[in-house]
């Protein structure tokens, strides 16, 4: 099934996203008439017919609409690491699992404080074309403050911080019964005990990943995975 993204121009109306058009006229060698498949993020995927179409713009007329569920939230926060192809191969993966919001923090401990934005909306994109997500996930358009990652109660069921304590409970032992979650993974030299402090304080649990060394974006994948099965279960059973 070949989807493409593209925006609602008006009420029937879309335009494919412009990284689209070559794929779309050239690739595949579509014409006018032809019928496609389009999402828009929003949670909406689009039967229609292509009306207008050159090598700077496809337009096509809507035929039918599908709407669909968004995803239990699973919100990752996480410190970046010195390279950025590793945070971005975990937002692609993180994507295909069913994360539905990044949140890129300022520790104290961080290696790195910069991204480009543009560029990881793209990763985003292309993930949730390929693994027929239909809602982008949210990201932060800059790396924040630890102290403004933190998320209130109303906002998500289950909060977790993620340190190298062996007394803390097992992340896969908390799965029971959770609507939504956040979690917070800190960067290689791990979170230091006032960010703890300072996250238990505002009501985040302490939890830990296991007695294997993880890296960072191997121990955000990791605790996603655990926690999007848990979600998934939990919302079978009820």
């Known amino acids: 099934m070949i989807i493409f993204l593209g925006h609602k121009v008006?009420?029937?109306?879309?335009?494919?996203?412009?990284?689209?058009?070559?794929?779309?006229?050239?690739?595949?060698?579509?014409?006018?008439?032809?019928?496609?498949?389009?999402?828009?993020?929003?949670?909406?995927?689009?039967?229609?017919i292509i009306t207008d179409l050159s090598k700077k713009q496809i337009l096509a007329e809507i035929i039918s609409q599908t709407e669909h569920p968004r995803l239990e939230k699973l919100?990752?926060?996480i410190a970046l690491t010195k390279s950025l192809d590793r945070i971005e191969w975990l937002v692609s993966k993180s994507v295909e699992i069913g994360v539905t919001d990044f949140t890129f923090v300022n520790c104290k401990r961080s290696e790195?404080?910069?991204?480009?934005?543009?560029?990881?909306?793209?990763?985003?994109?292309?993930?949730?074309?390929?693994?027929?997500?239909?809602?982008?996930?949210?990201l932060t358009q800059s790396v924040i403050p630890f102290s403004e990652s933190l998320l209130p109660q109303q906002e998500v069921a289950q909060r977790y911080i993620a340190s190298y304590k062996p007394d803390n409970p097992h992340l896969s032992t908390l799965g029971d019964g959770v609507?939504?979650?956040?979690?917070?993974?800190?960067?290689?030299?791990?979170?230091?005990?006032?960010?703890?402090?300072?996250?238990?304080?505002?009501?985040?649990?302490q939890i830990n990943l296991g007695h294997q060394r993880l890296r960072t974006e191997t121990a955000g994948l990791y605790a996603m995975t655990l926690?999007?099965?848990?979600l998934d279960n939990n919302a079978i059973h009820t």
């Open 10 to 48: 008006n009420e029937n109306q879309l335009s494919l996203a412009e990284s689209e058009i070559q794929h779309c006229y050239k690739t595949l060698r579509k014409r006018s008439g032809d019928t496609i498949t389009v999402h828009d993020g929003s949670g909406y995927s689009y039967e229609a």
């Open 75 to 77: 919100h990752l926060t």
């Open 112 to 138: 790195k404080r910069h991204f480009r934005y543009e560029r990881m909306q793209r990763i985003i994109e292309s993930a949730c074309k390929q693994s027929l997500k239909y809602h982008f996930p949210t």
């Open 179 to 205: 609507k939504s979650a956040h979690v917070m993974i800190g960067p290689e030299g791990d979170f230091t005990p006032d960010e703890v402090s300072l996250a238990v304080a505002n009501g985040y649990t």
């Open 227 to 230: 926690l999007r099965a848990a």
